[in-house]
């Protein structure tokens, strides 16, 4: 079946300092989106692009255009706050049915 | 404003009970609506949706079922639990298809 594979599993960054997520798709998607999940279990929605990039304050997106096998999450000046696990989820038919990958779990320290 | 809320807020059942778990939408009309489980400390994985009330598509069943009676209800529901069915349950809605997702804030289930 369809996989999406989330990289790195965990991660820990200083306060200020910059990163990326990344999800790699065993097929091509038509869409992607990027959540995050604090420690209670509530889950805000970050992005949904169905292609290019999309910015938010300090969190952009992009999804590969050309192929469509990977899309990325790029964390500036990383605060405490960003803290929490990140999921990424690919639609391959329509746009309903996601996989999700396994999370990053990040962890920003002062 | 639009709100979800989802009920119970947590549960503990039997095996073989049955389970009902609610989901309303308030302030929006038409949502699309959705079922994720969340195996604990695992991933989400995405149970049902529905585009319009009345009908429901299963991606991952689980055993479980779905409804959505209402505009603005959905249900997921089971009538004999398993040990697996165990964990966290969220619900959210969409406008579209490319919009973002609001989700509720989750049904927290252990079948013992």
């Known amino acids: 079946g369809d996989q999406v594979e989330q990289s790195p599993s965990a991660l820990s960054l200083h306060e200020g300092t910059d990163s990326a997520l990344r999800c790699n798709f065993t097929t091509t998607m038509r869409s992607v989106q990027w959540f995050r999940q604090n420690s209670r279990g509530s889950l805000i929605s970050l992005f949904y692009l169905a292609s290019g990039t999309k910015e938010n304050g300090r969190l952009k997106s992009a999804f590969d255009s050309k192929e469509r096998r990977y899309s990325t999450l790029h964390i500036r000046d990383a605060q405490l706050e960003d803290s929490g696990t990140y999921f990424c989820?690919?639609?391959?038919?329509?746009?309903?049915?996601?996989?999700f990958g396994a999370g990053t779990r990040l962890k920003v320290i002062a | 404003a639009q709100t979800i809320h989802q009920w119970p807020v947590a549960e503990i059942k039997a095996v073989g009970s049955p389970l009902s778990l609610g989901c309303t939408i308030k302030?929006?009309?038409?949502?699309?609506l959705y079922w994720y489980w969340q195996a604990t400390g695992g991933t989400l994985q995405q149970l049902f949706y529905?585009?319009?009330?009345?009908?429901v598509e299963s991606v991952v069943q689980l055993n479980l079922s779905a409804s959505r009676p209402k505009d603005d209800q959905f249900i997921l529901s089971t009538e004999k639990l398993l040990l697996s069915h165990s964990g966290f349950y969220l619900c959210a809605w969409s406008l579209g298809t490319n919009s973002d997702y609001t989700f509720g804030s989750g049904t927290r289930l252990l079948v013992i």
């Open positions: 529905s585009i319009t009330v009345g009908q």
């Open positions: 302030g929006k009309s038409s949502p699309n």
């Open positions: 989820a690919a639609a391959n038919t329509g746009n309903y049915k996601y996989v």
